[in-house]
């Protein structure tokens, strides 16, 4: 973690062992720096699994095989490589997975499709076999280390260490969720977006599990962005132990269901959240609200156009209200609007309203709010019911140091 | 002309007097600043007109009445205000720009939707009638100005002025077309991207002018990018006087139509050129040609994903062969690719073919050429015959500063 920890981290959360989840961390060696760099997680028989992945068409194997693997509903076990994404890399890339699946499943008595590997860092550099080996039998010798060791060891470029809990109470017993992520750059709402995991004692038949988690990715993962840039190797994986006994979650029928849907929910809005506030060079977190838009999908899309902006993210950065560059944002974006109906605010404070500067606008409110670190944007396109909230970061300096020194 | 003048800049060029075209300049004091401001450019009677406008769907008044006049295809002036765009004023806006039509057919007797009217800088101040008013008085008095003084004017943020000349012989006759152009930020390829006029002596039929302006700007102005921002006044323009006295070009079956046609494209990519030179902090312009494609529209969308990724544009910055970030942002245009075809060079040396890092790659000369101002990315799909080069430039602390500190 060589740069200096983003002003708008927050600490780690109290996450308490999820039965039937075993966290160890080992010294791979994929990079020549003094810190654990591969992460074992091995998860009780029978644990249910579901996955979100990049939508880059240009994905690595790790992520080919992972989606193909999480069809079949089960995971033993998660190998997580941090500082090698072993994308682009051909047909020695994908031995290098494989062969840790194997190795895995060997260990494990569990076939090959049950063990999920995850690899992120340079891209082109085919993951070394003999490291990953020799971490993976380092890891199996380790002792089970906490979530928050866990997070630190996924994480490459990002400046702190990132967990999300919630509890949830489902056929009368107290479940409970659990989550690491890692990204701060390379981040841009086409599926998952970096590499999260969530872990939960809950017992849920996968389908169902995959339902809720492609639906809350929607909200959450998918309403992200830093830079635009859609990583190779994005992953979101939900595994579910059973540990907690109760009768296993099939559908929105089943008693909990929804208590349930509304924590998983809960912990990846906090993961989305806390990945933007590692982005790169990130001084200011941003919410854009759109609403009155002509559909939910339509507001999604017209706030990733504003929260992409590079002038729009400049501007939070410089503290100014240019509520200008928002108009231009929506107007790009392709969707329905009508530049007469549109109406600006920040912090709550409306700056034009219906396609015109307000005439009595009280700048003082405004200019306090964007001093601060949590800044919000709202858009009223005047048209309809739609709605949205996307979050991303302000574009800085830091940015562009962090990026025009990182070596390939 | 506040900022530094960009190290990518070009000495404007020496373009004579075009027959039928007689530009002044004088100052309407849009913005405190001791320059001229306004430009007022007549047009001899007959003149055909051609336009291409941004697709902004949030576009000021101008935009709006000239892709609307542009119909008639005829023009006997054009003004262009410079500091303040008028754009989301509602009717007030719209007002400011009827007044000057009003005004300008009024002095030359002729109908009003053959005045076109652009206005650059701030969004949402609506246009002063009254200084616009004076401005216009000012520039009808003044003597005819040279295109330099022309395009010096017509510049807000521009760190130098950009003209561009070609000449064609057509008919028998050799005809000159010069342009002039202003834009520096707010530049994405979605039609014209910034204000731009070209004027010419030869006599073309208003509707094969279109045609021309229309094929040309795919090539060249919809292939620029400084950072993915549409504005919403993007307009370039195109003037035939036809004062050289050719047969009128009215398609390519007229003698001389190609020759004009290679003509107005070559004006069009130097134009487009010069914009992404004075890029907002630009050190280096960045060509990108996709090949291999399934088509040129394929290819075209590629290298703007290329073109528009910070990641990659930020790696140029720091002169870094990152053929990572290329790959990625092949993988997230969302057109046909495939990871084991793709080849990656820099300055015309590959560094990776078919999905892999070449195993001989050779980096002096790629580290070598990435040290230069001007900089080519090579991308082979190895799927078609679609092929396309767009341009860019990198994205470094000059973009940050010059954006975040520019008041609204």
Redesign the interface.
Known sequence: MAHPVSPLARPFPAIPPIAGVTPRVARAGYKDWGRCDLTFIELAEGTAVAGVFT?????SSEVELGRQNVAQGHARALVVNAGN?N????Y?GREAVEAIMAQVSAHLGCPQEQVFVSSTG????PLPKDKAKAGIEAALLAEPCDWQAAAETIGTTDTFAKGAMAKAVVDGRTVTLGAIIKGS??I?P?MATMLGYIFTDAAVEPGFLQQLLSAANQRTFSCITV??????SDTVLAFATGAAGNAPLSSFDSPGADAFAAALEDVCRQMAHLVVRDGEGAQKFIAVTVSGAVSDESARKIGLAIA????VK??I??E??????V??????AGEP?D??R?SIGFGGTWA?R????LADYDEAPVAAHLKGQDISIEVDLGLGDGRATVWTCD???G???I??????
């Not at 830079?227 to 190779?232: F, P, R």
């Not at 992409?308 to 002038?311: A, G, K, T, V």
Request: glycine share 10%; proline share 3%.
């Open positions: 939508r880059n068409i240009c994905c994404s994308a682009f890399t051909g020695r340079v891209i082109g550099v750059g390379m841009a086409d830079d635009s840039d859609t990583s190779t992409n902006s590079p002038l400049t501007a950065a410089g100014d209200a240019n509520w200008g560059r108009v231009m944002a929506v107007g790009k609007a530049r007469d549109l034009a219906e396609g015109q500067p574009l800085t300096h940015y562009i140091s990026n025009a020194d990182y070596r390939s």
